[in-house]
């Protein structure tokens, strides 16, 4: 089950023929029994939680003396107003709900248990007192009768803080929350405890209440949006591809061509009409245009070069787009794949944020400075929300790679039947049921490498946001040069983990094993993985602009004219990053099937070569893509080598290595000649960054090339 293996092994394994759907066999058994056990940890969590009174807590709320609303409690030792009998008083009523100390997650205002809100706003001693007697609901301290009220001197310390707003029970929680919206923000943010910025969240409530309406309208029209994106993709993607390559490159020329001309236009400009104050300022920006405009030229001509050679392979990514558009017409539930991880995460997380509330009452009562009750767990017991947090990350990726392994699973099924006509009635639900049935160790196995490192990152995010400004310049470049090392890792680990799942639902192996094989096929096939990468992601991300462009407008179109609420940019943001979301869950998901396809056409082209009995599996478009490079590589000749390396699945290794090495060198010093236009703190931090990610991230894939090559066996001929 081990990662590590022998070379003799490897070569064995690499040898291996894929029999894609043939065996069916469970994968990664003890993955999956350790995280049923972490889950039923997860589970003595939330009973324990409950179980210790915090659920009586969390949901009918108690008063500052350690009392549960709405029922008889038992005395306290050496805790006054303990023990009291609040049967008749079920909701919990704070005198000053608006003073809040947010930073310590802590309420300032005294909680007392009453038996009913103010509907009303009380503005007087009177109006509270008039309340009482009329409602019974006492809203001053338990030691100030409502006789009392106007005329004992402890009235502005014991009552409520005057004017007291008007007020409403929140469902099933038993709160009084303020029902002014200025008011209810900061009172979210005593529910929440995890806010610490409350001006934002004011407005950002204040905006949502405003314009609900329009926002749930921009949302669904985001939702339409993508799905129409999704269908179009597929009858402009060769058109597309060439625009986008085009404006690019025009991009990249004019931006060149304009720096340039800068540069001239202030060189010939005269230095005698320059003020003496203002001539070294002069200077200083007459080189800085031409740092800029060297580095500008550096990287167009890098950028022409690099397209220049893969020109020929951007055919295979519009081929892997036109593809895909067809699984999506053959498996239409792909489209709603999103909808059902988006309601599986939202389930755990409100699970999870129940149980963390749970926790956050759990405990034995102590008696804080103010005199008021908190309760805070002691002894190991204490540790919990460490493994809970855990359990945050760890089910949230095993449900994302759930999602990613009934894609590859339907898609493998698509792409592997060759006659489309016997695919199952519902392929994902079939991908599934194997999922269930055989792979969800794998799924546990890969979610859990994810876990361990998006942990760290998360540490040391948390640390660099709590001394910042407290720490010099070299800790603040320690640590985010190992923040984003870490990130690196973990989109590398993605990408593999997404094709180790593909692998697995072909051969129903399992993760370490896939994720070799996986690893050995992109590896051989780096330049077009790089062409797909770039082309195919760049395509999704501007359809993910135009959709939010698109929302955005039409956002600022109609809350132009909401006149009551003027300052509209905070919804118009909430309205944008929810069209991201929308549009990245959608496109996602075809970025997906692109890869999975393109992990089976390598594997096609691998092992299989047109011949009776090696026929291709491939669709009629990668066939005529296939066609068209035999031709070339007899046009080119007997040991052509532009046009003929199209088609053959791999590159021989040492050149595939030298290729690699050559594009790693041209990074490094792009990167440190843009670096050298940084001055100072910014030059160091800039540096040591693009240093760390080359030794840590383009070294190790350049020798692990050069390994996997020595391990690679003789491509297949094409006859």
Not at 243 to 253: D, P, Q
Not at 433 to 460: E, W
Not at 660 to 670: A, P
């Amino acid at each position: 089950m081990g990662c590590c293996s022998s070379a003799s092994s490897a070569a064995q394994s690499s040898k291996r023929e894929w029999k894609p759907l043939e065996d069916r066999s469970c994968t990664d058994i003890p993955w999956l029994l350790l995280f049923i056990l972490f889950c039923i940890g997860m589970g003595f969590i939330c009973g324990f939680s409950i179980a210790t009174g915090a659920a009586a807590r969390l949901v009918s709320g108690y008063d500052s003396y350690g009392n549960i609303c709405g029922q008889k409690n038992t005395k306290l030792e050496a805790i006054p107003n303990s023990g009291m009998d609040h049967t008749q008083r079920k909701y919990v009523f704070f005198l000053d709900p608006c003073n809040l100390d947010l930073i310590n997650r802590k309420i300032k205002s005294v909680a007392l248990c009453v038996a009913a809100c103010p509907r009303q706003e009380l503005k007087t001693l009177s109006d509270v007192q008039k309340f009482a007697e009329m409602n019974g609901s006492a809203l001053c301290s338990y030691n100030l009768k409502p006789s009392e009220y106007t005329t004992s001197s402890k009235s502005s310390v014991l009552c409520p803080k005057l004017p007291v707003p008007a007020s409403a029970p929140i469902p099933f929680f038993h709160r009084c929350a303020p029902v002014n919206i200025s008011c209810y923000a900061k009172f979210a943010e005593a529910l929440i405890t995890f806010v610490s910025d409350n001006s934002v969240l004011h407005r950002l409530i204040s905006g949502v209440m405003t314009n609900k309406e329009i926002i749930l309208g921009l949302c669904l029209l985001s939702l339409v949006l993508s799905m129409i994106l999704m269908v179009i993709i597929r009858y402009i993607s060769r058109v597309l591809v060439w625009i986008l390559t085009i404006l690019v490159i025009l991009g990249a020329l004019g931006g060149t061509g304009v720096l340039w001309w800068l540069y001239a236009k202030q060189r010939r400009s005269p230095k005698e009409t320059v003020i003496p104050e203002q001539l070294q300022i002069a200077e200083d920006n007459l080189r800085a245009l031409l740092i800029y405009a060297i580095s500008a030229t550096v990287f167009t001509v890098i950028l022409f070069l690099i397209m220049l050679v893969m020109r020929k392979r951007v055919a295979l990514t519009i081929a892997l787009f036109h593809v895909a558009g067809k699984v999506f017409i053959h498996l239409p539930l792909l489209v709603f794949q999103p909808f059902w991880t988006f309601f599986a995460l939202v389930l755990f997380w409100v699970y999870w944020i129940m149980t963390l509330l749970f926790l956050g009452t759990t405990g034995s009562a102590v008696q804080n400075d103010q005199g008021f009750v908190e309760f805070k767990i002691s002894g190991p017991l204490q540790y919990m929300w460490w493994y809970h947090v855990v359990g945050l990350i760890w089910i949230s990726e095993f449900i994302l790679a759930c999602q990613q392994m009934t894609v590859a699973g339907a898609v493998v099924t698509y792409y592997f039947t060759r006659d489309k006509r016997n695919l199952p009635f519902t392929p994902i639900l079939a991908s599934v049921n194997r999922l269930i049935r055989y792979h969800l160790g794998t799924v546990a196995k890969g979610s859990f490498i994810i876990t361990l490192v998006k942990i760290p990152r998360m540490i040391l995010m948390y640390i660099h946001s709590q001394l910042k400004g407290k720490e010099n310049a070299c800790a603040r470049c320690v640590l985010k040069s190992c923040i984003c090392c870490l990130w690196c890792l973990e989109k590398c680990l993605n990408y593999l983990n997404q094709n180790a799942y593909t692998a697995t639902a072909i051969n129903s192996t399992n993760f370490c094993t896939s994720a070799k094989d996986a690893f050995v096929i992109l590896v051989e096939n780096a330049l077009r993985v790089a062409t797909i990468n770039t082309v195919g992601d760049f395509m999704l991300f501007l359809g993910k602009v135009l959709i939010v462009c698109s929302t955005g407008l039409a956002g600022i179109m109609l809350l132009n004219y909401q006149q009551d609420y003027t300052v509209w940019v905070l919804p118009l943001i909430i309205v944008c990053l929810f069209a991201f979301l929308v549009a990245h869950c959608f496109l996602s998901i075809y970025e997906m099937v692109v890869d999975v396809l393109f992990l089976c056409f390598a594997i096609d082209t691998k092992y299989n070569d047109g011949s009776p009995g090696r026929e291709f599996y491939m669709d009629k478009v990668l066939m005529e893509f296939v066609e068209n490079s035999r031709k070339a590589m007899k046009e080119a000749g007997k040991g052509g080598v532009a046009d003929a390396r199209e088609l053959k699945p791999m590159v021989g290794g040492d050149e595939e290595v030298a290729t690699l090495q050559e594009f790693h060198f041209h990074f490094l010093s792009l990167s440190v000649f843009t670096d050298c236009t940084s001055s100072g703190e910014a030059f160091v931090i800039c540096i040591t960054q693009d240093v760390l990610l080359f030794l840590f991230v383009c070294l190790p894939i350049t020798w692990m090339a050069e390994f996997l090559s020595q391990l690679r066996p003789p491509s297949v001929k094409v006859s």
